[in-house]
């Protein structure tokens, strides 16, 4: 077990020694982390054999009272980790490349094994308040990698912003907990002998749990989680940090939104899945509609978007929709959905650091010019990373037998047969939901390919682009390859995770090729707009809607400008005049209390003659009232 300890450990060391050795000289911050979590790899891979021969690699102990911490290893975890420690790995190769140049690489290095480390500590935690402390550092790390250039204005704005937003969530989290251990923990129900808060406990007695809280408390409970959920995996309403933690480093953009943070919420959700089932087929349904609705919104603010980054982003948050949408439908496949959600966590994690990563050679050649517009021609000039960028793009639009072809389409199928198993059309909205966001998908992201690589570069930085070295794109071209070729695990996959084969339903052939002739219409109307070069003759913002989704359905005003500057600003000021007053009145009563305190001091003069003439005035006091009380 001391092995499986090590995937945690390694990461974990290795941040202050990357930097401490980086101090003294910079390059090594860069080994020393892809070293540590290579290591982690290794182990992982091990894990991963020892857990296919059914070994479950589970080990507590007791932290207080009836509360612990330790590891829980199955095979969705081992999953988890797999993906987890191989996408950070190149994203950490690349980065010695991208930050090659930067002077605090050895901070970058050091904060980044530590959010590896966070997130690894995450996934394999045996208890959910440990679960939750490991989410706490992820949260806490992604605020200083977001901030990394804290000289730029906007980096550290960006940083507050994400770090504020997701609290709403933890603090949901946090509350989901609290009633979930008070409720176990006073029940006599439920024997606790391995902790209330263990994980393994909770997802193989999660009818018992249902017994000791009953189905509101529970329904509770899981809205909680799902709220925390909500805020680290930017769903409807808490999306809106993602596209403003752009301002940090596109590698961190690569780690936060591929592998990692934003990952953590829907692993949430799967990793305690039962407690979400035995909460109500309304609580599914909220999953479904939720994750569905997300996916459509956020594909819909990406088709007005110009930054690459900003892009890429508002589609990160639209492909978690999908995975959230795809845990709802446990009608259709029972608790095999873990599979088709974690089945595209894992896929997404490979084409959107690809994608990242692309986009972040192609920043380094034009000195940081984010605006597609002022791209064009890149095709020719960046052919290597261009042509990566061209194999995360058909992956992501999910092009006939690429990975995502066969995740993001089966989700879309189990959303029908999941309106089929409902019989009202309130079922249907999460198919049409996914079905129109998958248009949007193709919408945003050819946009996004034809302004980047075809036509005539449209800046002078444009014209004088070249590719990054060889060594630069070989991480690159192992998620390449991984984003081509993993459709191919997807059966394997299935079975692996949920423990049990899965088959997958079909669905008519009509409903099936839908996203296919959307893919197809999607394609040619986007070349015949941007590839062409006639969207520089159009004015978008007389088209009906543009203006709004311009300014992102205006949500940032909401939250910004009526919520927090006339909504908590206030309140918080006027609670601070409070507090100045209350804290004003206890000083005045103590410094009474002083006051009468020093008086009282000045009679403890130390003469003896006093103290007498003292007592005896009041014993003759005292004689007095009584004889004029009428005596004893």
């Known amino acids: 077990m001391i092995l499986q300890w090590l995937i945690l450990l390694s990461p974990l060391l290795a941040a202050p020694v990357a930097f401490a050795a980086g101090r003294w000289k910079r390059g090594l911050s860069g080994i020393i982390a892809s070293l540590s979590i290579a290591i982690s ?27 612990g911490y330790g590891i829980y290893i199955d095979h969705l975890a081992v999953a988890m980790v797999l993906m987890v420690t191989f996408v950070s790995l190149m ?33 394999i935690s045996s208890n959910l308040l440990e679960f939750f402390m490991f989410w706490e550092l992820v949260g806490l790390c992604s605020y200083l990698l977001i901030g990394f250039w804290f000289f730029k204005p906007n ?63 529970l329904f509770f409970v899981s809205l909680m989680l799902l709220g925390g959920a909500i805020g680290k995996s930017s769903q409807f309403p808490l999306h809106v940090w993602i596209p403003d933690a752009m301002e940090g480093p596109t590698t961190v953009s690569a780690l936060i939104h591929a592998a990692t943070m934003v990952t953590a919420g829907i692993y949430l959700v799967a990793r305690v899945y039962p407690l979400f089932v035995a909460s109500g087929p309304d609580m599914l349904y909220i999953l479904a509609i939720l994750g569905s609705f997300t996916a459509l919104f956020a594909g819909t603010l990406g088709i007005v978007m110009n930054d690459i980054k900003r892009i890429l982003a508002y589609s990160t948050i639209s492909q978690l929709g999908y995975m959230l949408a795809a845990l709802g439908f446990y009608g259709v496949y029972g608790s095999g959905v873990i599979g088709l959600s974690v089945y595209q966590l894992v896929v997404h994690a490979f084409f959107k650091a690809l994608l990242f990563m692309s986009a972040g050679a192609i920043l380094i050649a034009l000195m940081d010019l984010r605006d597609v517009r002022k791209m064009g021609g890149l095709w020719r000039r960046m052919p290597l990373t261009v042509t990566l960028l061209f194999i995360g793009s058909i992956t992501l639009t999910a092009v006939p037998f690429t990975a995502g072809f066969f995740s993001k389409d089966a989700i879309i199928s189990a959303s029908w047969s999941f309106y089929q198993s409902g019989g009202t059309y309130v079922y249907g909205l999460p198919w049409v939901f996914l079905e129109i966001g998958s248009l949007m998908t193709v919408l945003y992201t ?8 075809l036509g005539k570069p449209r800046s002078h930085l444009a014209e004088h682009a070249k590719d990054p070295s060889l060594v630069a794109l070989l991480p690159l071209a192992a998620l390449a390859v991984l984003s081509l070729i993993f459709g191919i695990f997807q059966g394997s996959f299935y079975d692996f995770v949920n423990g049990s084969a899965l088959v997958l339903k079909s669905v008519p052939i009509s409903i099936e090729i839908i996203p296919l002739v959307f893919l197809v219409a999607g394609v040619f109307l986007t070349y015949f707009i941007f590839g062409t070069g006639l969207w520089q003759k159009v004015n978008f913002s007389a088209v009906p809607g543009y203006r709004t989704l311009k300014n992102k359905y205006y949500l940032d005003r909401l939250f910004t400008n009526l919520i927090a500057e006339r909504g908590i600003l206030p309140a918080a000021g006027a609670f601070g005049r409070f507090e100045d007053s209350y804290n004003s009145g206890n000083e005045r009563a103590g410094r009474g209390v002083l006051s009468f305190g020093s008086y009282l001091r000045k009679l403890q003069s130390g003469i003896i003659e006093n103290y007498f003439l003292v007592i005896v005035i009041s014993i003759s006091l005292i004689f007095i009232i009584i004889d004029l009380m009428g005596g004893f």
């Open 446 to 453: 050819f946009r996004m390919f034809f302004l980047v690589a």
């Open 91 to 123: 994203i950490h190769l690349f980065a010695m490349y991208y930050m090659g140049k930067d002077p605090n690489r050895h901070v970058y290095f050091a904060e980044t094994a530590l959010f590896t480390a966070g997130m690894i500590g995450l996934v």
């Open 155 to 217: 980096a550290t704005a960006a940083a507050k912003k994400a770090f504020i937003v997701t609290r709403i969530g933890d603090l949901l989290f946090l509350i989901g907990l609290v009633v979930l251990y008070q409720g176990l923990t006073a029940s006599t129900v439920v024997a606790t002998s391995q902790g209330p808060l263990n994980i393994e406990f909770l997802i193989t007695h999660a009818g018992s749990v249902l017994n000791a809280l009953g189905r509101t408390r």
């Open 41 to 67: 790899l290794a182990i992982s891979g091990i894990t991963y054999f020892g857990v296919v021969s059914g070994i479950t690699y589970y080990e507590r102990f007791t932290w207080f009272y009836n509360l």
